[in-house]
């Protein structure tokens, strides 16, 4: 970081971001980021003019948040009243409500489930995949539902009845127009913090994927690809996701 100007890398933003390199580059090139041109091939960036643009790329909705004095629990959470065209989370008290998926995210769920699930059953049958909707709770302030989420064969005692309870050993979400701060930002705090060993982050606006693991107890990405890219995880041998089956739309 240059101190005098506040002037930061790619790598220093795509660091503080939680996004790839690549990812960076793409907003460059696309000009959807501000940035200071030093030179040939040679940039530099704000942080906060960046966070403020993409805020704006995002188009994020501001979430609703109910007014209480004292903090949200998952028997709060139980005794919600439900709304059809949206879903509810807890986050660290704060209960949050944001509009249910479009057709697209639900699309881009469906088939990368599909290609967990078939690659778990062939290297951990005792694992299970589930999808949204699904709670699961860490330490009863904070219940999420994560579009898709895995529980190893060796974990099977966080299934409870109505829930999970504890960290999942893969979370995924597929950032929405509404969720990208919270997805980005704020759960993979809270997913890094509850010890969950994988977070991925699928983006269909901009087509990427990112895959974070728990090292030393904090997020590093491990792999990540766009457009029709192929993502192959160095910790789950022989998957490879072939990215523009994700994106695959019949009605274009």
Not at 34 to 49: M, N
Not at 91 to 110: A, C, F, T, V, Y
Request: hydrophobic residues 35%; charged residues 25%; aromatic residues 10%.
């Amino acid at each position: 970081m240059d101190n005098k100007n506040g002037l930061i890398t790619a790598q220093d933003l795509a660091d503080t971001l939680n996004l790839s390199v690549e990812t960076i580059w793409r907003f460059t090139r696309s000009k959807k980021i501000p940035y200071v041109k030093l030179g040939e091939r040679q940039y530099r960036y704000r942080l906060h003019d960046v966070i403020a643009a993409l805020s704006g790329i995002a188009k994020e909705e501001q979430p609703e948040y109910k007014a209480k004095s004292q903090k949200y629990t998952y028997q709060d959470y139980l005794e919600l009243r439900e709304e059809p065209g949206y879903r509810y989370e807890i986050l660290e008290g704060e209960l949050i409500k944001d509009p249910s998926p479009n057709l697209m995210h639900q699309r881009i769920s469906r088939e990368l489930e599909y290609l967990l699930i078939t690659y778990f059953r062939q290297t951990d049958p005792n694992g299970e995949i589930f999808d949204a909707p699904l709670d699961v709770t860490f330490k009863e302030i904070t219940v999420v539902q994560p579009d898709i989420l895995y529980v190893a064969g060796n974990q099977l005692h966080i299934l409870k009845k109505n829930r999970i309870d504890g960290a999942p050993t893969l979370v995924a979400e597929v950032i929405s127009d509404s969720s990208w701060r919270k997805d980005r930002i704020r759960k993979l705090r809270i997913y890094q913090m509850a010890g969950v060993q994988h977070y991925w982050l699928v983006n269909p606006l901009h087509k990427t994927l990112e895959c974070f693991a728990l090292k030393d107890g904090v997020y590093s990405l491990v792999a990540s690809g766009m457009d029709d890219n192929v993502v192959e995880h160095p910790d789950f041998p022989g998957l490879c996701i072939s990215l523009v089956e994700l994106w695959y739309d019949p009605t274009q």
